[in-house]
């Protein structure tokens, strides 16, 4: 191995060890007090601070340090509309269902979002539904994560392309890939299921840091590196004017697509059961005004940085990434900062960063997932009755099951990262938005209207997506990408599909015994 090379990686080991330590720590917290609630909720005691870089941590992932990059490098200064409405997330996220959804699951202790739906209507069915559409999207997700952790390992370690044959598979795997997608697994997987919840918010707060340093001194570097935005700019001008103008190369964020994202973004994320989690965690209504605050600020910083990086990527490397990655350039945010840092410690530091990012999301979803199984399918469907020390055995065991399926089902990901993202969070934001809006704050809805909101939005998007993939991709980019109906994102026929379904089904399913239900808080 390179002096440079083993000095990278000395820096991202030292991260790797702080967050294994947090890991080991906050499985003592786990042990006090009720398992369940400390393993998947954390006791419901987060901060202002640890809130906001857990929502943060969560919501900013392997995507955003990997596949966007790869989308602001091909379509240019386009893609600061297409994150626009990111800004306002906190606002939409938080804001909107923050209060009443802590109060809810307070009062009626609940722990996941499925556990909200079946004891406001006591419906195991609901709970089991949106357990199964919890699980369908999330692990989509998951793969993207881990793709991302594997590419920065890769970068970190400077191991050069070399392919394996996999026997499941029977197609060839890049070994750097293979190597870096392994390491990340065992590490994620292990201080997950060790430390739970607590696990992964401290990891959350130490993620964060990392994380918001790491794009803002990137972005210093990029920035000094092309000469100033103005020269970059002009340098993508000169390669294709359609980088500076929208809708970008090859059309790509018409007007109706630009609409489709800024509601993408900024109603997505407040139907992301992952995030819901941590809105049932917060101790009191003063630290979610605060954190409130911080996620606006954190998401200005990152997203800001991000693009102003790869502006200056694209300016500099016009098609070095694309050549050198298949035409693919997902591997732009490690190889940028191995090229831009002064020091290969530096180096090891900002490729922390998109490691970072991964690392938090799966950590989340794995969690999400675990909860679902073990807590809404297990215990309260097949047998209330198990003991604390099953439930613990189940809670470990699950967890790691679900990061070893994922692992397997990431020796092959898609190409595009963001797609992906996209497809599950929008997935996830079809089937649980509007339900959960009228399951918090609406008396008359009843269990067979937020039944149909939840089928009617996750399959709509389900119907899509499948759509365009037996054609080949509804995208230029990707065979992954949906078909657009009438040029608008999914996202806006599911989740107005959903809540169209949620009200007129509870409207004629209505009856005075469901307005009466005992659940409802005054």
Known sequence: MKTDNLLILIAFIGYLIGVIALGVWSHRLVKKGNFVKNYFVGGRQLGAWVLALSVAGT?????????????IYTNGWVMALWIASYMVVPLTAMALLGKRLNQVSRVSGSVTVPDVFRDRFNSPTLGLVATVLIFCFLVFNMIAQFKSGALTLKTALGLPRHDLIIPILNTPVDQGYLIGLCIFAFT????????????????????????IAGVTLLAILAVRAVGGLDVATDKL???????VECPGPANFLPLSMAFSFFLMWSLSSAGQPSGMVRLMSFKDSPSLRKAM????????????????????SRAMYPTEFLKSHGGIPDSVMPEMAVRLAPHPIIAGLLLASPFAAAMSAVAAFMLVISSALVRDVYQRSINPNVSAKTLKILSYSVTILIGVTVLVASLKPP?????????????????????????????????????????????????LYITGWSMGGGSKFDKFSPYYLLEFDPLVWGLGLSMILTIVVSKLTRTDEVQKAKYYPA
């Open 59 to 71: 919501a900013i992932s392997g995507g955003s340090f990997s596949g966007f990059p790869s989308l």
């Open 293 to 312: 605050i911080v996620v606006c600020g954190y998401y200005i910083i990152t997203y800001s940085s991000l693009v102003i990086i790869f502006i200056c």
């Open 188 to 211: 994620v997987i292990a201080y997950t299921s060790y430390g739970g919840f607590w696990a992964v918010t401290w990891t959350d707060v130490l993620e964060g840091f990392v994380k």
């Open 415 to 463: 190409d595009y990262l963001q797609y992906l993202i996209v497809f599950t969070g929008t997935g996830q934001s079809c089937s649980f938005l509007a339900p959960m809006i009228a399951c918090l704050y609406w008396r008359r809805a009843t269990k067979q209207g937020i039944l149909a909101g939840m089928l009617g939005g996750g399959g709509t998007i389900l119907a």
């Open 237 to 243: 001008r000169a390669q294709d004017p359609a980088l």
